[in-house]
């Protein structure tokens, strides 16, 4: 029987699945400081200051529209190479931003791990939710350019399936949550996986539609890029905004849902069974 | 209905693994597993022994803390008390989670509070308003909670002017003052504070004392880890003594530290009552320090009224000028006075000849029952280079026999740290029929 009396039991034992959202929701306002810290860190004392927010992407969009699209001369599906390989990168950025840091959140956080409690899960919360924030102000560039190749002359391909992206952005967030707990959680134990997460990332990119269109691939190879659930996500956001031969079907979309929500689930336990520990250890 | 803890702590117990490990951890999860499959006891978990850190052991495991059972109540101010390594601060972070027990529970009604260092997480980019929110809500209040005391924090802090200003712009004073407001105006059921916190300047610590005798006035829950044996007895009613990962003894909080004082762990290096070091090539260093009665006998217990004298040896290598030998006299941990040899007897703060001194302090007779230490040190004056130092080298035991001629009851523990024999000069009376 449980006794009602206590507010708090600790006991060494760690239940398969524990979300524990009321605690994390009690810490809303803790989750809260740390978007803004990470924010405001991210531009003080800088001249351009949060205007950095637009040039990061819009600088690798032009590299990349440059080297690939010009140099290179990957097609892309008949989409303004601008724009294509800006869709792709904001989506990338806020992925593979969200995973890394949330790899390293014990590495990162130890010394306030080790002195005071709150529910771990805040952090990579935070994190997420920080770039996702980022994310949000770089699709209104993503717009603005938008917008500038319509009164260029573009054809509106946009079409239903954009009405999607809130449902994309937290898919691909929960992706890279999910993927960050399970490495964060495993690097408490086997460090050597630090090395693996920057070649692990790196692979993640090359089997996900960001430089080259999935259509272009040779259909033996396709299966690469399919089994990524970011595949599936990204394809759907390119084909919502700008259609042109972007490869869409629900059944990818399914599989990239069911499988980040399994991610995110192997993840959190993984994430619960260390957060107890890891300050021994680590 | 009888009173319930607010803390209970039922068998608990915490494994750590010491020494190298991280990269060979594979191996042995393939082996635990190996083990287990074949239906085996863990090889690793059944070797673990209890935690003496001056006794190898034969595993790289060991009981941080075993079967640790204690409850708290409310309103009791629990100073956790043992040497170095007997767990206390382990125990401190099990009960605040920062990290989790390996078997065993514990059980907390109300808010907890850690204050197991000041400052944590604050960011120096951040200004100082922004860091008050950023730590208050790190320390478990609400942007709300910590908007409603803002002035007030910043007040005690004494930071007004430099509020908007990053952090990494103040002085370490500030920055520690600042982190030291915000966890004041906690308003937790339950603070658990560690000694850590008291590092800092004298005037901060006594702040922090002060501050935690006024939250314990409040009726709040203070468990409290320090060997500063001094504050411990000042601020707690309840003490709970840690001996190798167990608790030895529990009660109050002066049968505790007399149980702590009593037993030969009190200082590493203190249980005796003399001691001899090593020549050294040091330009002055002792070489015994002991206690004796007045025919020259070194022994432990002395009697209130016994003629108590320290004995020193020291040597001096060179020919050496501005040197000063001085002892600290503690009891129970509390200074009682210090003195130099220089201090009746300027002679001595010009030139001491090479060789060796020998010297005898006579205690003053005035001194209260208890367990006292001495300390001694040989330093540079005007320069204040220490050329040795012995902390709490020898202890003896001053016990008390006298019965009070009136009050029995209070023979033994008067109030005040001396028990000087005081003079009543009656200069008018009736005079009796």
């Known amino acids: ?282 | 209905m009888s009173r319930r803890p607010i803390i209970s702590v039922e068998d608990m117990s915490k494994l750590y693994q010491i020494g190298q490990f991280g990269t060979g951890a594979l191996s042995s999860d393939l082996k635990r597993w190996w083990y287990k499959v074949r239906g085996k006891d863990d090889p690793f978990l059944v070797m673990g022994e209890t935690n003496d850190r001056a006794t190898g052991g034969n595993s790289n495991l060991v009981w941080a803390l075993k079967d640790i059972n204690f409850d708290v109540y409310e309103g009791d101010v629990v100073g956790l008390v043992g040497k170095n390594g007997a767990g206390k601060s382990t125990l401190l972070k099990v009960l605040s989670k920062v990290t989790g027990p390996t078997t065993g529970a514990i059980k907390i009604k109300g808010r907890v509070a850690s204050m197991l260092e000041v400052g944590t997480g604050f960011h120096p980019e951040l200004t100082g308003r922004e860091n008050i929110f950023l730590n208050g809500t790190i320390l478990g209040m609400t942007r709300k909670e910590v908007a409603s005391k803002l002035d007030s924090i910043v007040d005690f802090a004494g930071v007004a002017r430099y509020l908007d200003t990053p952090t990494k712009r103040y002085s370490s004073g500030m920055t520690v003052r600042l982190a030291f407001a915000v966890a004041a105006h906690l308003e937790p059921e339950i603070l658990l504070v560690d000694e850590v916190l008291a590092v800092g300047d004298a005037e901060f610590q006594k702040k922090c004392i002060g501050k935690m005798g006024e939250v314990s006035n409040e009726g709040r829950t203070i468990v409290f880890v320090s060997h500063n044996l001094g504050s411990v007895k000042r601020l707690c009613k309840r003490g709970i003594l840690l001996r190798n990962g167990q608790v030895a003894f529990q009660g109050s909080v002066d049968e505790t530290l007399e149980k702590y004082l009593n037993s030969n762990e009190w200082s590493d290096n203190g249980q005796q009552n003399k001691i001899t070091y090593k020549e050294k090539e040091s330009l002055a260093h002792f070489l015994e320090i002991g206690v004796e009665n007045g025919h020259g006998e070194s022994k432990p217990n002395y009697r209130y009224g016994e003629k108590i004298q320290i004995a020193l040896k020291y040597n001096i290598r060179d020919e050496a000028r501005n040197l000063i030998v001085g002892m600290t006299l503690k009891r129970n941990g509390e200074t009682i006075f210090l003195t130099y040899d220089t201090d009746d007897n300027e002679e001595l703060t010009g030139k001491r000849m090479p060789g060796e001194y020998s010297v005898k302090i006579n205690l003053p007779n005035f001194l209260k029952a208890g367990i006292y230490t001495v300390s001694t040190i040989i330093k540079e004056h005007g320069n204040y280079i220490t050329r040795d130092e012995k902390i709490d080298a020898v202890k003896f035991t001053l016990e008390d026999f006298n019965v009070d001629t009136v009050n029995k009851s209070f023979h033994l523990d008067k109030p005040g740290i001396i028990k000087p024999s005081i003079q009543w000069q009656f200069v008018d009376y009736p005079v009796t029929v």
């Open chain 1, 1 to 282: 029987m449980k006794d009602k009396y206590w507010d708090s039991v600790i006991t060494p034992k760690v239940p398969l699945i524990d979300l524990r959202l009321q605690e994390v929701l009690n810490y809303r306002d803790l989750l809260y400081m740390f978007v803004k810290r990470d924010i405001a860190q991210f531009y003080k004392q800088t001249v351009l200051g949060p205007l950095w927010f637009f040039i990061q992407p819009l600088l690798t969009t032009i590299v990349f529209t440059v080297v690939f699209g010009g140099m290179v001369g990957i097609k892309t599906d008949g989409i303004p190479p601008m724009l294509f390989y800006l869709a792709g990168i904001t989506f990338w950025n806020f992925f593979s931003e969200s995973l890394n840091k949330c790899a390293t959140v014990y590495k990162d956080h130890q010394h306030v791990f080790g002195k005071v409690y709150f529910p771990r899960m805040v952090v990579p919360l935070s994190i997420v939710a920080t770039n996702m924030l980022k994310l949000c102000v770089q699709f209104l560039l993503f717009i603005v350019v938008y917008i500038i190749f319509i009164f260029k002359g573009m054809p509106i391909e946009i079409n239903g399936i954009a009405l999607l992206f809130p449902i994309l952005i937290l898919l691909t967030g929960a992706l890279g949550l999910g993927l960050g707990l399970m490495v964060t959680a495993a690097t408490t134990k086997y460090r050597d996986l630090n090395f693996l997460v920057t070649f692990g990332v790196q692979l993640i990119m090359y089997i996900t539609p960001i430089i080259y269109p999935l259509s272009k691939v040779p259909e033996k190879y396709q299966i690469f890029a399919l089994i990524n659930p970011l595949t599936g996500i990204v394809e759907t956001f390119k084909y919502g905004f700008l259609g042109g031969e972007t490869v869409f079907s629900w059944m990818y979309l399914l599989y990239s849902t069911v499988s980040t929500i399994i991610c995110l689930l192997i993840g959190i336990n993984f994430f619960n069974r260390t957060e107890r520990n890891f300050i021994d250890v680590i």
